[in-house]
Every structure is written in structure tokens, then in C-alpha cells.
């Protein structure tokens, strides 16, 4: 099992930006998924933005994120990133890295079988 930290979290005001940094234990596969995702007191676990490692990279958001968020990979590294601007007090939460292989929904919990400890988020309006 790949083991995964988080890094870069805090506290912001409101049109602020933090970016989070995940850091993967073991290298990925062409055929895994790293994901993002929160969880904001009295609410669930959702999905926030997902990527593809292999070819293409292609990238997933939720609506709530999009224009907003942007997940990236550095491979060489074992490293990914949520760059978040604009962020806003709904944004407040922890936030967890995750991967997984062969992702057919790339923000769904269930997908993933590898988890971060989760980093706090908070955003001050």
C-alpha cells in the first residue's frame, strides 16, 4: 500500500490561495489516479479534482472547484499538487490525497484504496 502525506495547508482569507502538496511513497503506475478530495465538519467525504498518471493526464473537478482548483503531478517526484485560488469559506475543510488504479470515476471515495492522513483548510470571510 502507497503511503501518502499531505503538506500546505492553513489558513487564508477569503480570494486568498494555498496550495496542498501530496507526496507518494512509492512510484505510480501509467495506470493510476491521484485524488483530491474534502471533508468539511458535519459533511461527507467528496471528491474534489482527480488525475490520470498516465499518458494525456487528464484532469476531473467538481463544479464547486472548476475555474478555481487545479490538480497537477510532477511523476518525477512522486509528487502532486491542488493549487487552490479564490478560495472561499465553503472551502473549509480537511483535505485528503488518495490513489488508485484503474479509476473509472475519478471522484468517487470508493475508487480509492490509498489514503493521506488529511491536512485542515480553513478559510476566514
Known amino acids: 500500500q502507497v503511503h501518502l502525506a499531505e503538506s500546505g495547508g492553513g489558513s487564508v482569507q477569503a480570494g486568498g490561495s494555498l496550495r496542498l502538496s501530496c507526496a507518494a511513497s512509492?512510484?505510480?503506475?501509467?495506470?493510476?489516479?491521484m485524488g483530491w478530495f474534502r471533508q468539511a465538519p458535519g459533511k461527507e467525504r467528496e471528491g474534489v479534482a482527480s488525475i490520470f498518471t498516465g499518458a494525456g493526464g487528464s484532469t476531473y473537478y467538481a463544479d464547486s472547484v472548476k475555474g478555481r482548483f487545479a490538480i497537477s503531478r510532477d511523476n518525477a517526484k512522486n509528487t502532486f499538487y491542488l493549487q487552490m485560488n479564490n478560495l472561499k469559506p465553503d472551502d473549509t475543510a480537511v483535505y485528503f490525497c488518495?490513489?488508485?488504479?484503474?479509476?473509472?470515476?475519478?471522484?468517487?471515495?470508493?475508487?480509492?484504496?490509498?489514503w493521506g492522513q488529511g491536512i485542515q483548510v480553513t478559510v476566514s470571510s
Open positions: 512509492t512510484y505510480t503506475t501509467s495506470s493510476d489516479s
Open positions: 488518495a490513489t488508485g488504479r484503474w479509476i473509472a470515476d475519478h471522484l468517487a471515495e470508493y475508487e480509492y484504496n490509498s
